[in-house]
């Protein structure tokens, strides 16, 4: 397998998840977060990394099967749109926990989950086991659009 495909398969999840949890961690003990009114969707705080890092491993081992399948052209596409993808998915979480913009928050994570949608469509192509992986995540991020537009409402003028 190439390096290069290990690497971003990899390299870019983990950065991705890194990013995020800097500010999710730093977020979510913030006073501000602390008194946001939380809808009646919003799981317990424990679910959450339990939650993600089972995705960020899916999409890890899913990008690796898919990459290691497709051809020098899909690769190279399926990198970009994991790069995007991430990138996305980090910015969310500065978007709504350091920046505290709840209305872009909600256009952040639409963007996520079209791009998770997309990322599973492109490794479907080249496996469709690879594609099914990346089902959880897709619907893990049309969940959080729904619960970052729940927040919004919920607290109007934040």
């Not at 398969?9 to 939380?38: E, I, N």
């Not at 989950?113 to 496996?127: E, G, K």
Request: glycine share 8%.
């Amino acid at each position: 397998m190439e390096p290069r495909v290990v690497l971003s398969s990899v390299g870019l999840p983990l950065a991705g998840a890194v990013a995020g949890s800097v500010a999710s961690a730093r977020g979510t003990r913030s006073r501000w977060y602390r008194r946001l009114r939380k809808p009646a969707i919003q799981p317990p705080g424990a679910v959450f990394p339990v939650v993600w890092s089972a995705l960020y491993a899916a999409v890890a081992g899913a990008s690796l099967v898919a990459q290691a399948h497709g051809d020098a052209a899909s690769r190279s596409s399926y990198r970009a749109a994991l790069a995007v993808n991430m990138t996305l998915n980090a910015g969310w979480c500065w978007t709504f926990f350091v920046w505290h913009r709840l209305g872009a928050s909600v256009v952040v994570s639409g963007a996520l989950a079209v791009s998770s949608a997309d990322l599973a469509r492109r490794a479907a192509a080249t496996s469709t086991g690879a594609g099914a992986a990346l089902v959880p995540y897709a619907g893990w991020t049309a969940f959080a659009t729904v619960l970052a537009d729940a927040v919004r409402r919920a607290n109007p003028g934040r």
